[in-house]
Nanobody
Framework: QVQLVESGGGLVQAGGSLRLSCAAS????????MGWFRQAPGKEREFVAG????????YYADSVKVRFTISRDNAKNTVYLQMNSLKPEDTAVYYC?????????????????WGQGTQVTVSS
């Protein structure tokens, strides 16, 4: 089972960009579908983006389509979330998650492993 560590969060002004990274330990990273979720204070955790094991298929929440891009580098055991044109409503803790042998899912319960999260704050 992999372990996940997110990085790249921070404070940015509206309209700015950030790139989140999620580094995975272990040699089976390429067997996992990966997802990014976020959780704002007082709200439920929500799906942001997902990518299949090979990187050939991606899905996005409607709220981030066009602005965010998920990608992965299996040689580096890392998945990325490039976030452009950030809005104050994107402020949340962002989590990466891994689903062993699965396809991309919108549901947090489908994922087997979670990172600790990284805070993204977008000021207006």
């Amino acid at each position: 089972q992999v372990q996940l560590v997110e990085s790249g969060g921070g404070l940015v002004q509206a309209g700015g960009s950030l790139r989140l990274s999620c580094a995975a330990s272990g040699r089976t990273f390429s067997r996992y579908a990966m997802g990014w979720f976020r959780q704002a204070p007082g709200k439920e955790r929500e799906f942001v983006a997902g990518i299949n094991w090979s990187g050939t298929s991606t899905y996005y929440a409607d709220s981030v389509k066009v602005r965010f891009t998920i990608s992965r580098d299996n040689a580096k055991n890392t998945v990325y979330l490039q976030m452009n044109s950030l809005k104050p409503e994107d402020t949340a803790v962002y989590y990466c998650a891994a689903d062993y042998g699965g396809s991309i899912s919108y549901y947090p319960g489908e994922y087997d492993v979670w990172g600790q999260g990284t805070q993204v704050t977008v000021s207006s």
